[in-house]
C-alpha cells in the first residue's frame, strides 16, 4: 500500500547542501562553502554527485531522512531517551576514567565518526525515528517479511548443554567425570524434555541451563562460533547432536546441540519470541530500508536526480534478489 505522496523539488540542491535565504548566491549559484577565496558552488556538488556511486547513495539516504522527519518526527520522548543515553555514557566514562574522561570519551567519539555528544545525541533521536519506519513497516507486512525472513535465514530455536573444559588438550579428571556424566545421562534419554532437565542439572552456560538450555531464537546469521553456528544450522528439530568442540573463551569445553522448533508457521505465531522475532526482522535484512522506502510515493522534481535515484534502486533491488536465487 502506497502512503501519501511525498514531493520533493531539489533543481539546484538547495535542499541538499542546506541553503536558505540568507545563503551566499555566486552567478546565480549557491555557495556550499568556501576554502580561501575559492567559492565552492551547490552546482558543481550536484554534478558530482550525479557522477559519483557513492551520490547516488547519498541521494538516497537524504530522500528517506526527509521521509522519517515528516512521517516519524522527533518526539518528547525520544529527545529524553536520547539525553539518558548521553548521561549514562558520561557517567560511565567519569566511573572509569576518572579525570581523563572527557579526553577518551572524545576519541571513542571520533573513532565512531562524531565530532562531540551534541551530535551523537541527535544521531541517537534519529535512530529512535528510523526505528519506528522500519517498525512500521514490518507491522503492517508482517507475513512477507517473515516469510522472507524464514526463508532467507534458516530461523530455528536452538538449544544446548556446556560441559566447560579449561583446556581441551588437558581436561582434569573433575572434567572428564562430568562430560562422561552428561554423555550417559543423554544416551539414556529419549525426549527434548529429558534433555532440558539434563541441562538445567549439568549444563555450564548458567544463563541458558536455568531455561532446559534453550538459547531462544537464531538462523545463519546468529553470531555464534563457527562450530556451533555450523551444527545449529543443519541439524534437524528434535535430534541431539554429538559432543561439538569448541575453543572460544568462555565457550570452550563440548556442547549437546539440539532444535526445538523450525517450523514455519509455529515459529511465526509464537508469541514467547516475539519481541525477539521483531527486533531481528529489523536487522536481518541489508536491504530492508529499501523495501520500506518503495512503499512511499515520492515525486523528485528534478529529471536527473530522479533517475539517478531510480538506477540505484533498481540496482539494490537486483544486489537483494541475487541473495535470494
Known sequence: MKLRKMVLGVTALAILTGCGAKTKVVGGNYVVASVGEKDILADHIYN???????????????????????????????????????????????????TSWKTQLDYALYQNGFNDMDEYEQRYVYILQYNEYISKYIDENFDAVFDDYYDYANPRLVSHILVKIADLDNPTEEETAKLNTVKQKLAAATTMEE??????????????????????????????????LKVST??????????????????????????????KEVLKADMSIRET?????????????????????????DENLAAALNDYIEDQSKARAELRK
Request: no cysteine; glycine share 6%.
Open 195 to 228: 534433555w532440558a532437565a539434563i541441562a538445567k542439572e549439568y549444563s555450564d552456560d548458567t544463563g541458558s541451563a536455568i531455561n532446559g538450555g534453550n538459547l531462544g531464537l537464531s538462523d545463519d546469521n546468529t553470531e555464534y562460533v563457527e562450530e556451533f
Open 48 to 98: 558530482k554527485m550525479l557522477s559519483s556511486a557513492s551520490g547516488d547513495y547519498l541521494l538516497f539516504q537524504y530522500v528517506e531522512e526527509q521521509i522519517i522527519n515528516v512521517y516519524f518526527p522527533k518526539t518528547d520522548t525520544m529527545i529524553e531517551a536520547a539525553k539518558l543515553e548521553r548521561e549514562t555514557i558520561e557517567s560511565q566514562y567519569q566511573n572509569y576514567y576518572g
Open 277 to 301: 522475532l521483531m527486533e531481528t526482522l529489523k536487522t536481518y535484512d541489508d536491504y530492508i530500508s529499501l523495501m520500506v522506502y518503495q512503499d512511499y510515493d515520492i515525486v523528485i522534481n
Open 234 to 263: 543443519t541439524i534437524k528439530q528434535g535430534v541431539l547432536s554429538d559432543p561439538v568442540k569448541v575453543d572460544a573463551s568462555n565457550y570452550k569445553g563440548y556442547h549437546f546441540i539440539w532444535v526445538t522448533e523450525d517450523k
